[in-house]
């Protein structure tokens, strides 16, 4: 019996025609990638340190308001593995309005690492009072502007 052919799914065998175009298709976007016509899929890395998070958006905080920017989570925690994200708490000068919403993709595209971005207020008035305090045990002030 040939075990390239069992799926990874309830151990049922796979079809050699399936089998086949997987292959192909899979051939067919390498050598796409090689091209240069399809992009390269993106590898995970490990997020930056809290200092260097903090160098690296401190120009950002002064441009958007921001006046306190907390780390928390497995960043905060020098736990941070391949492809986590960076948790950070902010509190603004004035309300950023819809502005907040496009902040994430922000921070994210300056620290290249997913970012997870919450208000210190919003962590404050949470009703889960275990979340609550995991999060602000946590909390490392890394920029105070």
């Known amino acids: 019996m040939n075990h390239a052919t069992f799926s990874r799914k309830g151990g049922k065998v796979r079809s050699p025609a399936k089998t086949a175009a997987n292959r192909a298709k899979a051939a067919a976007y390498w050598n796409a990638v090689r091209a240069g016509e399809k992009p390269a899929p993106r590898r995970l890395r490990t997020p930056p340190t809290p200092e260097a998070v903090a160098n690296m958006l401190a120009e950002y905080c002064r441009d958007v308001g921001i006046t306190r920017l907390e780390v928390f989570g497995s960043t905060s925690r020098g736990e941070a593995k391949r492809g986590s994200d960076v948790d950070l708490l902010a509190t603004f000068a004035n309300n950023p309005g819809l502005r907040f919403y496009t902040m994430e993709e ?31 045990a946590d909390a490392r002030v890394i920029y105070h502007g």
């Open 106 to 136: 922000e921070m994210a595209a300056i620290l290249g690492s997913p970012v997870h971005l919450l208000t210190r207020d919003s962590v404050e008035q949470m009703s889960n009072p275990f979340r609550r305090e995991s999060i602000l």
